[in-house]
């Protein structure tokens, strides 16, 4: 009653946290002008990163990203340092940690006194960070768990939220479509098959083919078709997976921030084709 009913807030605030049924994800909710938003797993750990480079900017850091992470993050690390490495991955937590340990054959934890620098991220909230092992000396384990998140990234806004720190930018977002072709035969998708090559002719005939195109393999996506290309000299990534738990394929496609409206028009074309193949070959 006293403010009329609007809530007390100002802008940039973090007023809320949501964790998911296991608690190993965590999302932020922020106050913006007329409402809130969703801050997502390449925000959280692009404010970890910026706030740990303000702390240690010579420190040497492994950054793993799945293959639906935000190209705007991804392209942007060279803002630190170029000791900053990113590792592309499959998705799913266990692809993170897999992709950060240096030596699975001889150990699966880290080394060190001090807590390595390395960090998984995935858009849906899942952060992966190294933990200390509770029972071995100089042994870190690495660990999704979205309350430790929620932790670091409010320290890391209080550290970049600081006027004498806050003169790194934040990353500019690239544009993300993904949409899921549901009630699918996943035995029909393997990413090599005939309709695979059905998506890479539909893709060159919509974006042109290109001298950059090319598709790639991820280790842990067995029926992943992942086509890299480039408009406009933009970055552009499509990916088609099978879900490991539901029955539906999905369709992830990502460009470059710098990508024109033009550009993206060709892209949300090219989404709809995609999806009415996929539909018609996967649903029947």
Not at 155 to 182: D, Q
Not at 254 to 273: F, I, M, V
């Amino acid at each position: 009653q006293s403010n009329n009913g609007i809530p007390p807030w100002s802008v940039g605030e973090i007023v809320g946290a949501a964790l998911d049924g296991d608690g190993d994800r965590c999302l932020l909710f922020e106050v913006i002008e007329g409402g809130l938003k969703i801050i997502n797993g390449d925000q959280i750990t692009d404010e970890i990163l910026r706030a740990s480079f303000f702390n240690s900017p010579n420190n040497q850091w492994k950054i793993a990203c799945t293959i639906e992470a935000d190209m705007g993050l991804v392209e942007s690390v060279n803002r630190f340092s170029s000791k900053y490495e990113i590792l592309e991955t499959a998705v799913g937590d266990r692809w993170l940690s897999n992709s950060l340990r240096t030596n699975l054959t001889k150990n699966i934890f880290l080394e060190g006194e001090h807590q390595p620098t390395c960090i998984g991220c995935e858009d849906s909230g899942h952060i992966v960070l190294p933990i200390r092992h509770p029972n071995q000396k100089s042994s870190w384990s690495l660990v999704g768990d979205g309350v430790i998140t929620l932790l670091s990234v409010l320290s890391a806004r209080v550290v970049i939220n600081n006027l004498e720190n806050n003169t790194l930018s934040k990353y500019n977002k690239g544009w993300k479509k993904r949409v899921s072709v549901k009630d699918t035969d996943r035995s029909k998708w393997n990413g090599k098959n005939d309709l695979a090559n059905m998506v890479i002719n539909i893709t060159k005939e919509f974006l042109g083919n290109s001298s950059e195109f090319k598709t790639e393999n991820i280790f842990g996506e067995n029926n992943l078709l992942l086509i890299k290309t480039k408009i406009n000299n933009q970055q552009v990534s499509i990916g088609i997976r099978n879900s490991g738990t539901e029955a539906k394929t999905s369709i992830s496609i990502r460009a470059n921030p710098n990508l024109d409206s033009e550009g993206l028009q060709k892209l949300e074309s090219l989404c709809e084709k995609l999806y009415n193949l996929l539909e018609l070959h996967l649903c029947n």
